[in-house]
């Protein structure tokens, strides 16, 4: 009976945020059973080109490491964060949320090569983090009782958390810049005038290879500048 609750409470969470926690979840044992090391997982650039070691690109954002404090801290904001994305802002749009995850990603993995990081988990939670805070600005915060802000100050104390335990914030940098970079992109510039038309119909005709139907859009926009 206690499984089948168990199994049911987890299959109630959203499908990428399940397969993503799972995933982190799993790498940690793995390597909490000595079946795989940390050396095997870590971002490096060189082992990726010259020795196709592909997997590299996925596994930094698996791994927070050995289970303690710190492992137990990121994956219950990263847990909580992402669910509550997948469930608000992205309900209904799990090809969304998935491009989400991508375009992060991909930032971060080009990012990750100049700041010399071998695991971007945590900078790739703190880009959560900071989407969903901007997309609750109302929302009051409480931190460990002794901190109230709005939601948007969140990922900025959450860095001067890192900061006060001897943690470089470059990580929580990262996932501030990156995450400000897709809600910027998502969220601010189809605001614009003009930016729904760019953004939307320019995806749209990306998709069906048609170039007459791009340079048109093109036109159009210029057009409603102009007019502007």
């Not at 299959?11 to 945020?17: E, N």
């Not at 805070?133 to 460990?144: E, G, I, K, L």
Request: proline share 4%; aromatic share 18%; net charge neutral.
């Amino acid at each position: 009976m206690a499984y089948q609750t168990i199994q049911q409470e987890y299959l109630q969470i959203p499908v990428v945020t399940r397969a993503y926690t799972t995933a982190c979840v799993l790498t940690t044992a793995a390597v909490q059973l000595e079946l795989i090391t940390p050396f095997q997982l870590y971002f490096n650039p060189d082992l990726i080109l010259r020795n196709y070691q592909v997997w590299r690109l996925i596994t930094n954002f698996l791994f927070f490491g050995p289970v303690g404090f710190n492992f137990l801290f990121n994956m219950i904001f990263l847990y909580r964060y992402c669910r509550m994305l997948e469930e608000g802002s992205f309900r209904g749009r799990t090809a969304d949320f998935v491009f989400m995850f991508l375009f992060g990603g991909l930032l971060m993995t080009i990012f990750g090569t100049f700041v010399n990081l071998v695991f971007l988990g945590q900078a790739f939670t703190i880009m959560l983090v900071y989407i969903w805070s901007r997309r609750n600005p109302s929302v009051r915060m409480n931190f460990f009782g002794l901190l109230n802000f709005q939601a948007p100050f969140l990922p900025w104390v959450l860095m001067g958390f890192s900061l006060l335990l001897g943690n470089s914030i470059i990580v929580d940098l990262l996932g501030i810049a990156v995450g400000h970079v897709y809600y910027f992109l998502e969220d601010v510039f189809p605001n614009q005038p003009g930016g729904a038309l760019f953004s939307a119909s320019l995806l749209q005709s990306s998709v069906s290879h048609d170039p007459s139907e791009i340079i048109l859009i093109y036109e159009r926009n210029i057009s409603y500048y102009y007019k502007c």
